[in-house]
Each structure stands twice: as structure tokens, then as C-alpha cells.
């Protein structure tokens, strides 16, 4: 069955304890990408990857970082997380990307900075 | 960075009522999107346009991506209460970046 799979689903933790949010894709994507979702703002997109150790800034980057050792991972690192960083986060995978019928997302992970 | 307009924000409709949603962009996307997040899960893929002027239909879902490319428009008919949740246009454009709309969310009433 293809999946992307995403831990944890929920996490609380308090500023600047850094922490990661795992990504893995069992479709053997080349595309991989994270988004932060907020009320009112929808989803946007905080980097993401071509392929295997190929990054890219997307729309909000900032306190944020990404590695892509592996073409199934995509770890989402926040070094010193921030209240405003309180979120939910989704990571998604394209098969196709031009084609819009090969796009996955992830089940999402709350995030709770306190 | 970018976001897509989408509107309405919000609708409350009754059982049995057609939809209209829209979204419209200041740039030119070659591909839109059509999501339906529901409570708890991430978006799922409804319908994708991939040319200007196409209409693309999946069971009671219609969607149309406009001539000028900057806009499309998804429509749902006879609404059930299953179609309640929130649902995003998105436009795929350079480097396979999917720029997101603010989500339009439905209710459904008996």
C-alpha cells in the first residue's frame, strides 16, 4: 500500500529543545515536501527535495531544516524550537511532479511548543 | 511567499444543495489541484487540471481550470453530509512547488 508515514503524530515540548519530525515514503518518490499548516493561512510549504541530497527553501523556511540522505526519508529539524512554530506539519510525495494525480500526504504531526 | 485567494472561506449548506468554490492567483499555474483534507488527516488529491479551458469531472466533483490560468473553480452537486471538510485549491508551478489557497470549509446540514 502506498504510504507516507510521519512521527510523531503529536508532540509537546518546550523552546529550544531541538527535536525532529520523521518523513518516510515507501513509493520510491523522487519528490519529497514539507508544509506547516495554520488557521486561516492553509498550507505552506517549507522546503523541500528533488532528490536524494538536493534541498530547497520554500516559503517559510526560517527556524527550520531538512536532510535527504536517503530517497524514502525527509526529517524535518527544528535546532531550537519557538512558540510560533506551533503547528501542524505535513509531509507529502510526488510521483510525477508535473502530473497532479501521483501526490501523497502524510497523516500530519501536532506540534506544541511551549 | 505566494498564496491563492479562495473563497468563500466558509459555507454551511443543507443535504442535497450544489457547491460552488473558487480560487483565483495573481500568476499563471500550469497544473491545479483539488484537495479535501478531513478532521485529523492530510489533504487528499481530488481532481488535477493540467490545461487551461479543461473540464474534469470524479463522481459529483466538478472542476475547471480557467482560460487565463490564473483561476479554477470546483463545484460539488447534490452534497452529502460525508463532503463536510475543508477543501484547498492548490497551483503546481516551477521546480514541482505546490502553492496552497487558504481553504474553503463546508458544512453540511441534514
Known amino acids: 500500500e502506498a504510504q507516507v508515514t510521519q512521527n510523531p503524530r503529536y508532540l509537546i515540548t518546550v523552546t529550544g529543545k531541538k527535536l525532529t519530525v520523521t518523513c518516510s515514503q515507501n513509493?520510491?518518490?523522487?519528490?519529497m515536501s514539507w508544509y506547516r499548516q495554520d488557521p486561516g493561512l492553509g498550507l505552506r510549504q517549507i522546503y523541500y527535495?528533488?532528490?536524494?541530497?538536493?534541498?530547497d527553501k520554500g516559503d517559510v523556511p526560517e527556524g527550520y531544516k531538512v536532510s535527504r540522505k536517503e530517497k524514502r526519508n525527509f526529517p524535518l529539524i527544528l535546532e531550537s524550537p519557538s512558540p510560533n512554530q506551533t503547528s501542524l506539519y505535513f509531509c507529502?510525495?510526488?510521483?510525477?511532479?508535473?502530473?497532479?494525480?501521483?501526490?501523497?500526504f502524510g497523516p500530519g504531526t501536532r506540534l506544541t511548543v511551549t | 511567499g505566494q498564496q491563492l485567494n479562495q473563497s468563500p472561506q466558509s459555507m454551511f449548506i443543507q443535504e442535497g444543495e450544489d457547491v460552488s468554490m473558487n480560487c483565483t492567483s495573481s500568476?499563471?499555474?500550469?497544473?491545479w489541484l483539488w484537495y479535501k483534507q478531513d478532521p485529523g488527516e492530510g489533504p487528499v488529491l481530488l481532481i488535477a487540471?493540467?490545461?487551461?479551458?479543461e473540464l474534469t469531472s470524479n463522481g459529483r466533483l466538478t472542476a475547471q481550470f480557467g482560460i487565463t490560468r490564473k483561476d479554477s473553480f470546483l463545484n460539488i452537486s447534490a452534497s452529502i453530509p460525508s463532503d463536510v471538510g475543508i477543501y484547498f485549491c492548490?497551483?503546481?508551478?516551477?521546480?514541482?512547488?505546490?502553492?496552497f489557497g487558504t481553504g474553503t470549509r463546508l458544512q453540511v446540514t441534514l
Open positions: 500568476s499563471i499555474f500550469n497544473t
Open positions: 513509493m520510491n518518490h523522487e519528490y
Open positions: 527535495s528533488m532528490n536524494v541530497e538536493v534541498t
Open positions: 492548490a497551483g503546481l508551478g516551477t521546480a514541482s512547488k505546490l502553492t
Open positions: 507529502a510525495s510526488i510521483g510525477r511532479p508535473r502530473a497532479g494525480d501521483e501526490q501523497y
Open positions: 487540471l493540467y490545461k487551461a479551458g
